[in-house]
């Protein structure tokens, strides 16, 4: 069951995502030697495959086949709506067009994004299931959809085509979304996980040993590559054990943590290097955040236009048409995945921000109490205040 678990969790959900994405041609990486980097030759390949899906699907929204079905009756509607019931589909499309090419244009920073979340290791962050909701209300309202628009087409091949195409740049839009929701998860948790563990520690249990043989790490690292290549993979749980093991060394003590994976338990020993490699750690997850706001601007922008353009047709078909309990049904599977889409983007970023919140303010109390202590945890007191600063400088949405 642990096995089980152990593979089932955020950051392999997001690597799923990321190999679904790379096959849909919006994602060109590559792996090779523990690495992530974006492939030209992928590149290149998604480039010819997003041009021909753009074209295939206005070609489709601007063909009059588009339009023909077997109830040629006449709608007295007002011309305004019968252009917008004509055109909303090709507007549509061309928003999710517009999101799909800016995260194609991005991928240099998707891939540092991925790179450096699988190389920071916290604990097993199990998957929740808002994605999986998002999946199953994209596949009822597609099928639902599919159903209704096949029996109203008289060119049955037509429409097939022109719904496949159509409907796996929307996938692919909607893949997009649920890649963010799982990066900025995956974030806030890293924050509270290394914040928790740091307010954990027993400062008053401790006696500051001689700083001759721990030296502050100083400098800062910006990129991840250079993390990776002094430290290896900052990885949070194999943290607290070093720090056992080195106070077990240094005055004899059997220390046992009743919290695993934590840093608090530990006495008797001067956290200085590891504080500092904490600050770092959130220097890199500031980092990853403004490459996401940078990746993501446009697809959290095109969320809410879509959601917007789908509320205002939605308010004309049930001002124009004819309200049947056949037509409620439809405008409901029309609207929920936008809607849900929406609160999936908005409720990531409201998590990140509050957990940003917290944490500052938990860190802020912290290193006053620690300043308290006197002059003999002045240096611990300094790396707290550093870790309390990069909180202060996470990007707010």
Request: charged residues 20%; positive net charge.
């Amino acid at each position: 069951m642990d096995s089980l678990s152990d593979k089932l969790n955020q950051r392999r959900m997001l690597l799923w995502q990321y190999r679904c994405l790379r096959m849909m041609g919006v994602a060109p990486y590559k792996y090779s030697n523990g690495r992530y980097y974006t492939h030209q030759v992928f590149r290149g390949l998604s480039i010819a495959v997003q041009i021909t899906l753009a074209a295939l699907v206005l070609g489709f929204n601007f063909c009059p086949g588009q339009h023909e079905n077997t109830n040629n009756t006449q709608l007295e509607t007002p011309d305004v709506y019968a252009s917008i019931k004509n055109y909303w589909a090709c507007g549509a499309h061309v928003v999710l067009i517009v999101v799909v090419w800016h995260f194609l244009t991005s991928s240099k920073e998707v891939v540092i994004i991925v790179r450096t979340i699988m190389k920071i290791k916290t604990t097993v962050l199990p998957i929740s299931w808002p994605p999986y909701a998002m999946v199953i209300i994209c596949c009822l309202d597609l099928s639902f959809a599919f159903y209704k628009h096949y029996q109203e087409h008289v060119n049955k091949l037509y429409f097939v085509l022109s719904f496949l195409v159509a409907h796996f740049i929307f996938i692919a839009y909607v893949l997009i979304s649920i890649f963010l929701f799982t990066i900025m998860e995956i974030v806030t948790s890293d924050i509270e996980y290394f914040v928790k563990s740091l307010c954990s520690i027993k400062f008053t249990s401790m006696r500051c040993m001689s700083n001759s043989n721990v030296r502050p790490i100083n400098g800062t690292i910006h990129e991840t590559d250079k993390m990776t290549k002094r430290f290896g993979i900052i990885d949070g749980n194999s943290m607290y054990n070093k720090i056992q093991s080195k106070a077990k060394k240094g005055f004899g003590q059997n220390t046992e943590s009743s919290m695993p994976h934590k840093f608090g338990d530990t006495i008797e020993f001067c956290l200085i290097a590891e504080l500092d490699i904490v600050r770092k750690v959130l220097i890199q997850l500031r980092h990853t955040v403004s490459r996401v706001h940078k990746a993501f601007s446009v697809a959290a922008l095109g969320v809410v236009i879509y959601e917007q353009v789908d509320l205002f047709f939605l308010i004309l078909y049930g001002m124009f048409e004819n309200t049947t309990s056949d037509s409620v049904g439809r405008a409901i599977f029309f609207s929920l995945p936008a809607a849900f889409q929406l609160w999936l983007v908005l409720n990531s970023q409201t998590a990140y921000v509050k957990m940003c919140e917290e944490s500052k303010h938990r860190v802020r109390k912290l290193a006053a109490e620690v300043g308290r202590m006197g002059p003999q945890f002045s240096q611990e007191a300094w790396q707290i205040r550093s870790i309390h600063a990069e909180l202060k400088r996470m990007p707010r949405f």
